[in-house]
């Protein structure tokens, strides 16, 4: 989860690391650090809080100047945030310095062991041990490349290290088993990240990793092996999202700026997914139509909002193929002896790529025999890789810890998976599935006919802004907007809210409703007849208890205005595809909300942008 970068080349080695750590801050921001090699000597800045608080440091105290060194940003696991146990550590010898991303499972045994040597620990992380090993192995070699493998051969866990030599004016050396890692192929200087968002200042030319690989590079090359030595096969790809792409275009925040980016975002996902002959073809997903027509099962495995955009497949997908779905918390799933064998289609929803439960979940499904589809917006991610087809999401960067594009364009990709599925196992007609695209294709407009309206919803957050506890209520696919809802105002605003489905508030939350909750309701569109009828007995329900309610409902929907205090319009759109418009107005409820509390909306406390470790 941690945020990641190493460089060499010929420009300020501090300028650049920071730029990169700045961009991907959103993995962590318990401390932050960077060493350069100078002169035969490293130099090293780091401090806990977030990345502000080293910039600080630095234009009190700078560094050497320097082509060649590393960086971090933290996401605290093992040891507080303090200033000892930020990145980078440096060995004993003072020798080495290194970064790590992930959890070393055996870091105590190691540890262990080291202090039997007579090595002093000043921190409490499992880093540490990584980096006094990593010297200890560099003496007895004098090849950082080589003392890397031979560390990484002892370790266990997941773990991406990048490491310098003070002894080493030339090289940065890298290493990653389950935690991402990307190359950055510069003219005359080459990178390592985390994330692309790191160097795309620099270069949109990027270079994939595969599991248990060690790279090195210089100014003029990169070398890619495995943990044996042997060298390995690479992929080039380009970053089609360019750099002003991260930046916040006069937004206070990226997750505003990125709520607003939905209608491009979706319409980005959708686009050129059609023949001339109105057939769907997703490019990316190569398993055969036979493999496909044969599966009796379908399994969606997810974390957090992507579990929730799992949740809205379920319906879609079932109604459109007629195949039983199950939707899987990643974290779960492989524990709990789940049936899955050649038969069950695997899809997986992740907006990084790389989160290590999803991850996990997935090598479980493929050992037994799944076929594995990913919903992604990262190219080169881990999760792509290791899956036997891809649909990715085309929404740009999301610097924003807590999703909004994400959600919207994995819904999207469930959709347009759904209507591909129907249509090689022909369970619905040309026309139909062409009805359908017709009517994804307006959703983008229909987003933006939200968007336009975002001023009311600034103005019910400012009326709300004491309000302690929240409830959100939906039926059929509305259920999982009310999950998303509740959720986006607990990781932003740090409030009490709760997503339920709407026919099980009698059974049990009915209780906690009074006078002091506001209770937000999508309702159902009109045309879903019985289903609306339900949800218009559910607010009388929570009225009954003295409840405020606030109504998201579609447009010319007179039945439900005696009931609810306030109303946000949606336009009109299928009961199917509702949540593409309905979770808008909650993203905008939050995040205004969030901001009028005075909290940082882009990087909410204790969370990080990506889950990395399991």
């Not at 709520?259 to 050129?272: C, H, K, S, Y």
């Not at 064998?341 to 907006?351: A, N």
């Not at 025999?369 to 290791?386: F, K």
Request: hydrophobic letters at 45%; aromatic letters at 6%; one cysteine or more.
């Amino acid at each position: 989860m941690c945020g990641i970068i190493g460089y060499v080349g010929s420009q300020d080695a501090t300028r650049v690391i920071l730029d990169g750590l700045k961009r991907v801050e959103y993995r962590g921001y318990d401390s932050a650090g960077i060493a350069i090699e100078a002169g035969g000597k490293l130099a090293v800045a780091k401090r806990s809080g977030k990345l502000t608080s080293l910039v600080t440091e630095l234009a009190a105290h700078p560094l050497p100047a320097s082509g060649h060194g590393i960086g971090h940003t933290r996401w605290a696991t093992h040891g507080g945030p303090t200033d000892n146990n930020a990145h980078p550590h440096v060995s004993a010898d003072g020798r080495v310095a290194l970064v790590h991303n992930g959890i070393i499972e055996n870091f105590a045994e190691l540890r262990a062991e080291l202090e039997a040597r007579g090595i002093t620990f000043i921190s409490q992380t499992d880093t540490e041990a990584a980096a006094q090993l990593l010297a200890l192995e560099l003496a007895a070699c004098d090849d950082l490349t080589q003392a890397m493998r031979l560390v990484c051969a002892r370790l266990k866990g997941a773990f991406t290290l990048v490491a310098l030599d003070a002894h080493d004016s030339e090289r940065v050396v890298a290493a990653r088993r389950d935690s991402p890692l990307v190359v950055g192929l510069g003219e005359g200087e080459n990178f390592v990240a985390s994330d692309v968002a790191s160097f795309i200042s620099y270069t949109r030319e990027a270079l994939e990793l595969g599991q248990d690989q060690v790279v090195t590079i210089t100014r003029s090359s990169v070398t890619v092996t495995d943990f044996a030595g042997n060298p390995v096969p690479t992929r080039r790809f380009h970053v089609d999202w360019s750099p002003a792409a991260a930046e916040k275009a006069g937004f206070d925040w990226f997750m505003r700026k990125e709520i607003f980016e939905q209608p491009r975002a979706v319409a980005d996902t959708l686009l050129g997914r059609t023949t001339d002959d109105g057939r769907l073809v997703l490019d990316e997903v190569r398993i055969d139509a036979a493999e496909l027509r044969l599966a009796n099962k379908i399994v969606v495995v997810a974390c957090g909002t992507a579990y929730y955009a799992g949740l809205v497949a379920k319906y879609a997908i079932e109604h459109w193929t007629r195949v039983p779905v199950e939707v899987e918390l990643a974290s779960e799933f492989r524990y709990r002896d789940p049936i899955v064998d050649s038969r069950t289609l695997c899809i997986t929803i992740s907006q990084s790529g790389e989160t290590m439960d999803t991850l996990q979940a997935i090598r479980y499904a493929r050992a037994q025999g799944a076929r594995v589809i990913a919903i992604c917006n990262t190219v080169g991610a881990t999760i792509p890789r290791e899956s036997d087809a891809v649909l990715y999401t085309r929404a740009g960067p999301e610097i924003g810890v807590a999703s909004t594009k994400g959600f919207l364009t994995q819904v999207s990709a469930t959709y347009l998976l759904g209507l591909y599925l129907a249509q090689v196992r022909g369970t619905m007609f040309a026309d139909e599935i062409s009805r359908w695209l017709g009517e994804l294709g307006a959703i983008p407009d229909k987003i933006q006919q939200v968007l336009d309206q975002a001023e009311r919803v600034y103005a019910l957050a400012d009326s709300l802004k004491t309000t302690q506890d929240f409830i959100f209520l939906g039926r059929h696919v509305g259920s999982a907007v009310a999950l998303e809802g509740a959720l986006k105002l607990k990781e932003i605003a740090y409030l009490h809210a709760e997503g339920f489905a709407a026919g099980e508030l009698k059974h049990g939350p009915i209780a906690i409703i009074d006078e002091t909750t506001p209770v937000f309701v999508v309702v159902p569109p009109t045309g879903a007849g019985q289903l609306h009828e339900k949800m218009v007995s559910n607010i009388q329900e929570v009225r009954a208890r003295g409840a405020s309610v606030v109504v998201l409902a579609e447009r010319g929907d007179t039945s439900v205005l005696p009931y609810a205090e306030h109303v946000l319009e949606l336009p009109i759109t299928p009961v199917l595809l509702q949540p593409l418009t309905a979770t808008v107005p909650l993203q905008l409820f939050a995040c205004e909300l969030a901001t009028l509390l005075g909290n940082d909306v882009d990087q909410p406390r204790n969370l990080a942008k990506s889950v990395t470790v399991e």
